[in-house]
Nanobody, 125 residues
């Protein structure tokens, strides 16, 4: 059974940084991507980044491109999201999720299959 545990959220000042972690268990190599999503109050869950299993490539939403970096440590079964130059509009609950068979890439949330519990990120001075 696949389980994801995301962590690393907290309070950051505008312009600051945070690193989120997504630790996976029960995950074999037979999955297409691990992605990061976020959901602000009253808004739909937004796909912001993913790392694809087939070639290790990464995809980013325009809203975070150039500021966020996704990476993975296969030995630790962990995917990271390094968030730099944070803005107040980055405030949201952040979730990691795995795409088991939809083909990878930055897909809508309903095309990801297993989810972490979420971690709150607040950007405020």
């Amino acid at each position: 059974q696949v389980q994801l545990v995301d962590s690393g959220g907290g309070l950051a000042q505008p312009g600051g940084s945070l690193r989120l972690s997504c630790a996976a268990s029960g995950l074999t190599s037979d999955y297409d991507a691990i992605g990061w999503f976020r959901q602000a109050p009253g808004k739909e869950r937004e796909a912001i980044s993913c790392i694809n299993t087939s070639d290790g490539s990464a995809d980013y939403a325009d809203s975070v491109k150039g500021r966020f970096t996704i990476s993975r440590d296969n030995a630790k079964n962990t995917v990271y999201l390094q968030m730099n130059k944070l803005k107040p509009e980055d405030t949201a609950v952040y979730y990691c999720a795995v795409d088991l068979y939809h083909g990878g890439g930055l897909r809508p949330w309903w095309q990801y299959d297993v989810w972490g519990q979420g971690t709150q990120v607040t950007v405020s001075s």
